[in-house]
């Protein structure tokens, strides 16, 4: 894939989380993804995310920084939410929380088959 390809297709997959759109998610992610190190598979990383959304309804992905070196993707992604209870083991209980997201992804065909991510928890614990 070309760095073009690669950054179109990864505007694709944060529009489509966003959006919720969990029947187009095969379109970005590839049925064996594997996250942080441990095979979860489509079905698995799908439930991770539909978690995510429940325990943060207002959940949004925005992208703060961003560098493309085919197949990989880093970026940091920036979270201004009120997750309804637990978050990360931290009692939020609605709490407006900011915190960012450190993550390499890594393409093949078309779509993301590893991701690497660092959650700043340290900054949600600050604040509550």
Known sequence: ???DEIIKAYEGYLAC???QDWTNLHRYVA???????????LDGYNTMLVGDFKAIPDLSFNLTRFSC???LIACSLAF????????FGMP???????????VFYEFSDAKIVNVWSVID?????IQI
């Open 1 to 3: 894939m070309t760095r």
């Open 17 to 19: 989380l966003n959006a």
């Open 31 to 41: 049925d064996q993804v594997t996250y942080n190190g441990h095979l979860v598979g």
């Open 69 to 71: 070196d085919p197949p």
């Open 80 to 87: 201004d939410c009120t997750p309804v209870g637990q978050l």
């Open 92 to 102: 939020v209980n609605g709490k407006r929380v900011r915190f960012t997201e450190n």
């Open 121 to 125: 928890k340290a900054a949600i614990a």
